[in-house]
């Protein structure tokens, strides 16, 4: 259909331009010459010699153009079109069709009136969409393709009955109309013959053939295509409707009718997804009704079609479409009805076999496996001698591969390489045999099905993929050599690289990485200097990020970024600039420098840099890490869903990859109900993926957040059972041991962990489980030895993460013993690098050596302070004093020391100078000077605004406001507190807000606020204070009833309440105002018969005796 003004034997090897010729005439010199050197370029490319076919090209052009004649121009037009035309044939890369577009802007701006004007804006077009389909910005390169094919439509004056065009006012023929220059074609000597464009007017304005407008339907066909890759299916119907009312001779007519049909079929798959991951179920069945009604006016287009083109060659294909919308509608008796008559209609063998194979493609597009092998299978038993043969053995190894089942895909695979020799699909089969036995390390048979692949087919698509594996064979036997031997396998990989250089360097790609691998090989055996020279010869920006990789660049995270932006300088590539900034945000996002914010900022200056999808979405998945590693789990979860999953061209590997992140987000903010259900749909669905063992142990962690430790066992025992050499083994134990620890079961679970790590001698994570172990006996068996014994062994390995916490530990208990010096000496192995903790184990050091000798404790500080270079050393020195004083309880004294840290160490690290400023606050509290509080929080507010420690200093400030009975100023900072902590000072801030609506007089409200916290707070150590509050309040109303239901609560169910002496004293008032004094009475007896404070007690006595009189 598409017409250009070339040589038949020029053309032979560029796609889609031969189909038509324009008329040839008047044998001269200069048309004979022009077709030796076309020949001669034809030859050179048939032999597969692209270099050489492209050089001669290029002198061509260069040739002819010089020349003013209409041959020559004609001939240079041409030239300019193969060249493009050959650019677009060999492209590959979303780069390599822009090369093809470069050109072919060359000859629009040196040709503007060149009579194939409308086949470049159709091949640009083409370009585009190319270019869209690989994943780069595919809404603005499919607009782009559009631009150029309404180029066409409206160059037609037919176009003015389009519908869209019906209010646009056309200039039709600006352009040299196409297919009004096809003629019948007529015994000529074409190969001698160049038509100019004056000959092709001359014989226009006398021919009288009707001809089919080709071009233009296929333009707006094409159209079509794009908007409904671009989602706009009604803008795509449009289009088709376009040829089915304006060109009804024309062969496309079917293709439009089925393409309106797949239009509203993809439409209803858009919904169908939302209906899977939308949470609100209304919204859930408004997109399942419209996916529904999408899929019935899929049935609806289909059905015509069979009706109306009966004859067409498309037919079997409807039907396969057809079944699968059944499917859709979960209508599966329609649906094989559909696929068994798309066979049985059929008599012509290898028609079947091709049916055969499509439906078996469905299924295998819908990834439905199993059904898609039972289809490969079918034409392999009844066609197997059809052409289809081979295609469906391809097919069939690639189901199994995707099932995850090696062995039948490799025996599928081997049924190509054995059965099929001659067969396209033999290369690939070949490299897929090779990497399985890659991945068995048996590099000798890898090998071979490699040079067997090369032999056979050199020209094949994965040929120059093929030999560079062989160059990384021999890289991954040098890894696993001696050196010696490692040096020879090195050159020996150069060998194969330099192989696939000087054979396919038309395989961009491929020369890239080859010479990158090159690179590496020579800085193995320590050629630098010929590494540096070999990675000079790289072209393309992208890669040369890679060779600053290779070539080393050493340092800390911040000197690798000044290197990092040093190369953004010499780039001009705005693709590799977005590489660049995307290794830079992850230095700053990373544990040493660890600036998320600036990352994020860096990433999107990469978004803004990049077209690339994959890129793309590399750097908006950075952006949601930066999110999560913030704590804002909402925000990056979403940016997960919306930027990564629900791009099109998000890859299988990356949607397992992303949907575990997800995942793991609700993990995070434990949210354990959407972790659970999301964790077992992806355990049950990747059961053999590399992130299947994590999943199943994050399934036990969530279900043991949730509460449910039966379930959480039952995961972490199957995980056990599933997974018995995951690296994860040793925490699913530790899981287990805490899953019985929160069941209560203390000793149960210190034994199971002590059986573990006996059963697994060497552990790496050892240190993890006799922490567990010392923690358990800590807290839940109060057994002090046992504890100190298994802290002591995490101190004997100073390598473990969990070193100065033990240590710390350690000496907390022995203070608690009131064993000092024991304390003093585990503080002192405190690592200084883990600063919370030195931090901490300091402060206890100076505390502890306060009560026996606090002068000398403070001049020993005073020496390291003058004796020390290092600011961080003076400025824990100064603390270390500030301790001292704090602990001897001279607040003043201590708030000087603090403020010399503040005042003097100006450039001291801002989390040293924020916790001074939050210990000055903390002693002016234990002083009582609540007005200073005020002063000193507000400082380090402004100062220190985002800081972890600042939660700190708001606390305070509200309690100083309280304290100073400035009531609504307290709720109000309170709430500051609440809308930035989600732990324990949120929860205390809640608590004391609904406190200062009592002292406000405002019981109703407070009423309501605490009954609120026991909701929301329901495990909170403050909830018996809440429902004694509440107790008060009925009480103070004389509402006996209500308060007795609330003090019997506590006594019930809090025994151990600070006043459980009062809560008794006012229950027993109730029962006596009541009537039912002889229950009051004895509850009085109780309070003076327990540990009570003398108030209590005297209350009771008073009660007692009141008791007595009137009764």
């Given amino acids: 259909m598409i017409i250009v003004i070339l040589f038949i034997v020029a053309l032979a090897s560029v796609p889609i331009v031969n189909e038509h010729y324009f008329h040839i005439k008047n044998l001269s010199e200069i048309r004979r010459e022009a077709a030796n050197r076309f020949n001669e370029i034809a030859d050179l490319q048939s032999i597969g010699d692209t270099r050489a076919s492209r050089d001669s090209l290029l002198s061509l052009i260069e040739y002819f153009s010089k020349n003013t004649d209409d041959v020559s121009q004609t001939a240079a037009q041409l030239g300019m079109f193969q060249l493009a035309s050959t650019y677009k044939a060999n492209a590959i890369t979303a780069g390599d069709y822009e090369l093809a577009i470069?050109?072919?802007?060359?000859?629009?701006?040196?040709?503007?009136?060149?009579?194939?004007?409308?086949?470049?804006?159709?091949?640009?077009?083409?370009?585009?969409?190319?270019?869209?389909?690989?994943?780069?910005?595919?809404?603005?390169?499919?607009?782009?393709?559009?631009?150029?094919?309404?180029?066409?439509?409206?160059?037609?004056?037919?176009?003015?009955?389009?519908?869209?065009?019906?209010?646009?006012?056309?200039?039709?023929?600006?352009?040299?109309?196409?297919?009004?220059?096809?003629?019948?074609?007529?015994?000529?000597?074409?190969?001698?013959?160049?038509?100019?464009?004056?000959?092709?007017?001359?014989?226009?304005?006398?021919?009288?053939?009707?001809?089919?407008?080709?071009?233009?339907?296929?333009?707006?066909?094409?159209?079509?295509?794009?908007?409904?890759?671009?989602?706009?299916?009604?803008?795509?119907?449009?289009?088709?409707?376009?040829?089915?009312?304006?060109?009804?001779?024309?062969?496309?007519?079917?293709?439009?009718?089925?393409?309106?049909?797949?239009?509203?079929?993809?439409?209803?798959?858009?919904?169908?997804?939302?209906?899977?991951?939308?949470?609100?179920?209304?919204?859930?069945?408004?997109?399942?009704?419209?996916?529904?009604?999408?899929?019935?006016?899929?049935?609806?287009?289909?059905?015509?079609?069979?009706?109306?083109?009966?004859?067409?060659?498309?037919?079997?294909?409807?039907?396969?479409?057809?079944?699968?919308?059944?499917?859709?509608?979960?209508?599966?008796?329609?649906?094989?009805?559909?696929?068994?008559?798309?066979?049985?209609?059929?008599?012509?063998?290898?028609?079947?076999?091709?049916?055969?194979?499509?439906?078996?493609?469905?299924?295998?597009?819908?990834?439905?496996?199993?059904?898609?092998?039972?289809?490969?299978?079918?034409?392999?038993?009844?066609?197997?001698?059809?052409?289809?043969?081979?295609?469906?053995?391809?097919?069939?190894?690639?189901?199994?591969?995707?099932?995850?089942?090696?062995?039948?895909?490799?025996?599928?695979?081997?049924?190509?390489?054995?059965?099929?020799?001659?067969?396209?699909?033999?290369?690939?089969?070949?490299?897929?045999?090779?990497?399985?036995?890659?991945?068995?390390?048996?590099?000798?048979?890898?090998?071979?099905?490699?040079?067997?692949?090369?032999?056979?087919?050199?020209?094949?698509?994965?040929?120059?993929?093929?030999?560079?594996?062989?160059?990384?064979?021999?890289?991954?036997?040098?890894?696993?050599?001696?050196?010696?031997?490692?040096?020879?396998?090195?050159?020996?990989?150069?060998?194969?690289?330099?192989?696939?250089?000087?054979?396919?360097d038309h395989a961009t790609e491929w020369v890239e990485k080859a010479i990158l691998s090159m690179g590496k090989c020579y800085m193995k055996i320590n050629l630098k200097e010929k590494a540096r020279e070999t990675l000079e010869n790289l072209r393309t920006q992208t890669a040369m990020v890679e060779k600053y990789r290779i070539l080393g660049i050493e340092g800390s995270d911040s000197s690798i970024i000044k290197d990092y932006e040093e190369q953004l300088k010499k780039f001009t590539d705005d693709q590799a600039r977005a590489q660049v900034y995307i290794e830079i945000g992850r230095k700053l996002k990373g544990d040493e420098?660890?600036?998320?914010?600036?990352?994020?900022?860096?990433?999107?200056?990469?978004?803004?840099?990049?077209?690339?999808?994959?890129?793309?979405?590399?750097?908006?998945?950075?952006?949601?890490?930066?999110?999560?590693?913030?704590?804002?789990?909402?925000?990056?979860?979403?940016?997960?869903?919306?930027?990564?999953?629900?791009?099109?061209?998000?890859?299988?590997?990356?949607?397992?990859?992303?949907?575990?992140?997800?995942?793991?987000?609700?993990?995070?903010?434990?949210?354990?109900?959407?972790?659970?259900?999301?964790?077992?749909?992806?355990?049950?669905?990747?059961?053999?993926?590399?992130?299947?063992?994590?999943?199943?142990?994050?399934?036990?962690?969530?279900?043991?957040?949730?509460?449910?430790?039966?379930?959480?066992?039952?995961?972490?025992?199957?995980?056990?059972?599933?997974?018995?050499?995951?690296?994860?083994?040793?925490?699913?134990?530790?899981?287990?041991?805490?899953?019985?620890?929160?069941?209560?079961?203390?000793?149960?679970?210190?034994?199971?962990?002590?059986?573990?790590?006996n059963a697994h001698p060497g552990l790496e994570t050892a240190p993890s489980f006799y922490f567990k172990i010392a923690d358990i006996n800590r807290q839940d068996i109060a057994d002090t030895a046992a504890a100190l014994e298994y802290f002591d062994k995490v101190t004997k390995m100073p390598d473990s993460y969990l070193f100065s916490v033990s240590a710390y530990q350690a000496g907390s208990i022995y203070e608690r013993m009131g064993k000092d010096d024991r304390a003093i000496a585990y503080y002192e192995k405190v690592k200084r690098e883990d600063v919370e903790y030195f931090r901490a184990a300091q402060g206890q050091i100076g505390s502890l050596k306060a009560k026996t000798d606090p002068d000398g404790a403070i001049q020993n500080y005073e020496q390291i302070e003058n004796s020390s270079d290092a600011v961080a050393d003076k400025v824990m020195a100064r603390m270390g004093i500030g301790d001292v004083y704090a602990a001897q309880k001279k607040y003043d004294e201590a708030v000087n020391s603090y403020r010399v840290i503040y005042e003097k160490y100006q450039n001291a690290e801002s989390d040293l100078r924020a916790v001074t400023l939050i210990k000055i606050i903390d002693a002016l509290n234990n002083a009582n000077k609540y007005g200073e509080i005020l002063e000193w929080a507000n400082r380090m507010i402004k100062e220190f605004p985002d800081n972890k420690y600042t939660i700190n200093a708001y606390y305070f400030r509200a309690n100083a406001y309280s304290a100073l009975k400035r009531f609504q100023e307290s709720r109000d900072a309170f709430k500051d507190v609440v809308e930035r902590d989600s732990g324990a000072l949120a929860e205390i801030s809640v608590y004391q807000r609904a406190e200062c609506l009592l002292s406000m007089k405002k019981q109703n409200e407070a009423v309501k606020e605490f009954k609120s916290f026991v909701e929301k707070y329901p495990q909170s150590g403050l909830v018996a204070n809440a429902i004694f509050q509440l107790a008060n309040v009925e009480y103070g109303d004389e509402e006996y009833s209500s308060a007795k239901k609330h003090y019997i609560q506590i006594v019930s169910q809090y025994p151990d309440f600070s006043a459980i002496c009062w809560v008794k004293n006012y229950l027993a008032f109730c029962y006596d105002k009541e009537g039912t004094w002889r229950k009051a009475k004895e509850i009085y007896n109780e309070v003076r018969g327990q540990a009570c404070d003398n108030e209590a007690k005297q209350f009771a006595k008073k009660q007692i005796e009141s008791i007595n009189v009137k009764h």
């Avoid at 897929?432 to 590099?443: A, F, P, W």
């Avoid at 914010?597 to 990469?606: G, H, K, L, N, V």
């Avoid at 804002?632 to 299988?652: H, P, W």
Wanted: some cysteine; overall charge negative; glycine content about 4%.
């Fill in 593 to 757: 420098l660890n600036l998320q914010d600036s990352a994020i900022a860096t990433f999107q200056m990469a978004l803004r840099l990049t077209s690339d999808s994959v890129t793309m979405m590399t750097a908006w998945g950075e952006i949601g890490d930066c999110y999560i590693r913030k704590g804002e789990y909402k925000q990056g979860r979403a940016i997960f869903i919306d930027e990564v999953l629900n791009n099109s061209k998000c890859d299988e590997q990356r949607t397992i990859q992303f949907s575990f992140k997800v995942a793991d987000t609700y993990l995070r903010e434990k949210n354990y109900d959407e972790a659970i259900k999301l964790f077992t749909v992806f355990s049950e669905k990747n059961a053999t993926h590399l992130l299947a063992p994590a999943s199943l142990y994050l399934l036990g962690k969530a279900y043991s957040g949730l509460g449910d430790q039966t379930k959480a066992k039952e995961t972490y025992n199957r995980f056990i059972s599933q997974f018995p050499e995951s690296e994860l083994l040793d925490k699913t134990a530790l899981g287990y041991g805490e899953a019985l620890q929160a069941e209560g079961k203390a000793k149960e679970a210190v034994e199971y962990l002590k059986k573990f790590i």
């Fill in 102 to 504: 470069r050109e072919y802007d060359k000859l629009i701006n040196k040709y503007p009136n060149s009579l194939i004007m409308e086949q470049v804006f159709l091949m640009i077009a083409k370009s585009y969409m190319a270019i869209a389909d690989l994943g780069f910005t595919p809404d603005k390169n499919y607009a782009k393709a559009i631009e150029y094919l309404e180029r066409i439509e409206k160059n037609r004056s037919e176009a003015q009955n389009f519908p869209k065009y019906k209010h646009v006012e056309l200039t039709p023929e600006k352009y040299f109309n196409i297919d009004k220059g096809k003629t019948l074609h007529i015994n000529r000597d074409l190969a001698k013959k160049l038509y100019t464009k004056a000959e092709m007017l001359r014989e226009m304005a006398t021919d009288t053939t009707q001809v089919k407008a080709e071009l233009l339907s296929d333009a707006v066909l094409m159209i079509g295509e794009c908007y409904a890759k671009r989602g706009m299916g009604e803008k795509a119907r449009e289009q088709y409707r376009i040829i089915i009312n304006f060109f009804q001779e024309s062969d496309l007519v079917d293709d439009a009718q089925r393409a309106i049909g797949i239009s509203f079929e993809k439409e209803g798959d858009v919904c169908a997804q939302k209906v899977l991951t939308e949470i609100d179920s209304s919204k859930k069945k408004l997109f399942q009704q419209s996916a529904d009604s999408l899929y019935g006016l899929a049935v609806d287009t289909y059905l015509k079609f069979l009706n109306v083109y009966r004859q067409s060659d498309l037919l079997s294909k409807v039907n396969i479409e057809l079944g699968g919308v059944y499917f859709k509608l979960k209508q599966d008796k329609e649906a094989y009805a559909t696929f068994a008559l798309a066979i049985n209609s059929i008599k012509v063998i290898e028609e079947q076999a091709r049916v055969q194979l499509d439906i078996g493609t469905y299924y295998y597009e819908a990834k439905k496996w199993d059904d898609a092998i039972e289809n490969y299978a079918k034409v392999l038993q009844n066609y197997s001698t059809t052409e289809y043969a081979a295609n469906a053995q391809f097919l069939l190894a690639g189901c199994y591969e995707e099932k995850g089942d090696t062995t039948e895909a490799l025996k599928a695979y081997q049924g190509i390489v054995d059965n099929f020799r001659s067969s396209n699909f033999y290369p690939v089969s070949a490299f897929k045999i090779s990497k399985v036995y890659l991945t068995q390390k048996d590099y000798a048979k890898a090998q071979k099905y490699l040079r067997q692949s090369i032999s056979l087919f050199p020209e094949s698509q994965v040929a120059p993929q093929t030999q560079y594996q062989l160059g990384m064979i021999y890289m991954d036997m040098a890894e696993e050599a001696d050196s010696a031997e490692a040096e020879e396998k090195y050159r020996l990989a150069i060998k194969e690289f330099e192989m696939l250089l000087g054979t396919y």
